[in-house]
């Protein structure tokens, strides 16, 4: 009697476990590039759809081989939510349905540039947003990289 309990025990564990494991790969799984060669060097997406979670990662000011907006960090602040915003887009959301911002600057006395520059995107949608100093950033003239979640519904 007791090995038979056993037995429906783990049954029903079992029973679980593949329900939960036929539940999650039903889940939307979606990775978005944005075309940089650094993706395959390094292994990372612009952005990965869970669900309708969504995770960006970290982004910079450079578009391509570019650097957007040198020695300005309100410009490069601006030009990485613009970018953000179109990962987002490819994946179903939009800034409205960002819940997180992450600021890493290389400077913190500027932050009033960024938080400017942050506000014009989220002065109604109001995320919980952290900022904070980093000594450096993959290169000098980069002053800010940003990640961001958003949660949609579905």
């Known amino acids: 009697m007791l090995l038979q309990s056993c037995f429906s025990f783990f049954a029903l564990i079992n029973s679980f476990i593949a329900r939960k494991f036929e539940d999650h790969t039903n889940v939307m799984h979606k990775k978005i590039s944005s075309g ?7 292994g990372y997406s612009r952005a990965v759809r869970v669900g309708n979670i969504i995770e960006v990662a970290g982004t910079t000011a450079m578009d391509g081989d570019v650097l957007i907006g040198k020695g300005d960090i309100y410009k490069q602040t601006v030009f990485v ?33 960024v938080g400017k520059a942050h506000g014009e995107f989220f002065k109604s949608i109001k995320p919980v947003a952290t900022m904070v100093e980093v000594s450096r950033l993959i290169n000098d003239d980069l002053l800010i990289e940003i990640e961001m979640t958003a949660i949609i519904e579905i």
Do not use: C, H, Y
């Not at 940089?36 to 390094?42: G, L």
């Open 36 to 42: 940089s060669p650094w993706e395959d060097i390094v």
């Open 81 to 113: 939510i613009k970018k953000m915003e179109a990962a987002l887009i490819e994946a179903g959301a939009s800034l409205n349905d960002v819940v997180r911002t992450r600021m890493f600057v290389t400077d913190i006395s500027q932050w009033e540039a």
